[in-house]
Nanobody, 118 residues
């Protein structure tokens, strides 16, 4: 079993910054890609950013230049640095990890609320 524990969400004013963390623990051989999705009220879950075990990154267009994804493989942790936040960034942010333990499976964090006030 694998657990992903997120932290770092909260309330911030527009233009501010937040840093989200997501730590994976449990039984696994390795973690391949990790990343973040978000879901705003009444909207579908959307991709925010992904990062491979080798450090290659991919971002949704609306996040490019404002968000930075990184990871610490030794700590099995992925981070999301969010700068220049906008009210439309308000959502529940979910991390995921593609975990290898025999076969590959995706696990999700519980979600952390990010609220950006105008």
């Amino acid at each position: 079993q694998v657990q992903l524990v997120e932290s770092g969400g909260g309330l911030v004013q527009a233009g501010g910054s937040l840093r989200l963390s997501c730590a994976a623990s449990g039984s696994f051989t390795s973690i391949n890609a990790m990343g973040w999705y978000r879901q705003a009220p009444g909207k579908q879950r959307e991709l925010v950013a992904t990062i491979t075990s080798g450090g290659s990154t991919n971002y949704a267009d609306s996040m490019k230049g404002r968000f930075t994804i990184s990871r610490d493989n030794a700590k099995n942790t992925v981070y999301l640095q969010m700068n220049s936040l906008k009210p439309e960034d308000t959502a529940v942010y979910y991390c995921y990890a593609n975990v290898l333990y025999g076969s590959s499976r995706r696990y999700w964090g519980q979600g952390t609320q990010v609220t950006v006030s105008s």
